[in-house]
């Protein structure tokens, strides 16, 4: 939210309208916004929107090592909640907006997900064996 609001924020300032204007600023200057779980969907919009060559990616530097939730003491997982509200006000603003816009987006544009998907898993196979990840 501090970022997405454009201007310069102290850590704890963060309020309400830091949020609208995040909000704002989005629907002004950002004609598509994702989130990591429609990662692909956004991918597929931005390639049809903008004539893109098809983006294939393949993941890398991704943690093994995650701390998750169940793990974090009751306390812990409010200070980290507390501080992060306004984040996840936006994350949730954008998340609602991408799940509507894909709905609405109807099956010729799911189809076209499933094949960017199934192609993409294919090619980052072909590209493991032929040119395998460093684990630095």
């Known amino acids: 939210a501090r970022l ?11 309020g309400q309208e830091h949020l609208e204007q995040a909000i704002k600023n989005l629907e002004t200057f950002f004609p598509v916004a994702g ?13 049809e929107r903008y004539g893109w ?5 393949r993941k890398r530097h991704v943690t093994g090592k995650r701390i998750r939730q169940q793990d974090l003491k009751p306390e812990e ?6 501080a992060n509200i306004y984040d996840q006000l936006l994350f949730d ?14 099956k010729a ?5 499933d094949r960017f998907q199934m192609r993409n898993q294919l090619l980052g196979r072909m590209i493991s064996v032929f040119s395998p990840v460093r684990k630095d």
């Not at 997405?4 to 963060?14: D, H, L, Q």
């Not at 989130?35 to 390639?47: G, I, K, P, S």
């Not at 060559?53 to 990616?57: A, H, L, N, R, V």
Request: aromatic share 16%.
């Open 109 to 113: 544009f799911r189809q076209q997900v």
């Open 93 to 106: 603003y954008v998340w609602r907006k991408c799940e509507e816009r894909y709905e609405k987006s109807g």
């Open 77 to 82: 997982l409010e200070i980290i909640r507390s």
């Open 35 to 47: 989130v990591q779980l429609y990662f692909d969907e956004c991918l597929t919009e931005l390639r």
């Open 4 to 14: 997405a609001s454009f201007v310069a924020i102290a850590m704890g300032s963060i």
């Open 53 to 57: 060559k098809t983006p294939y990616y």
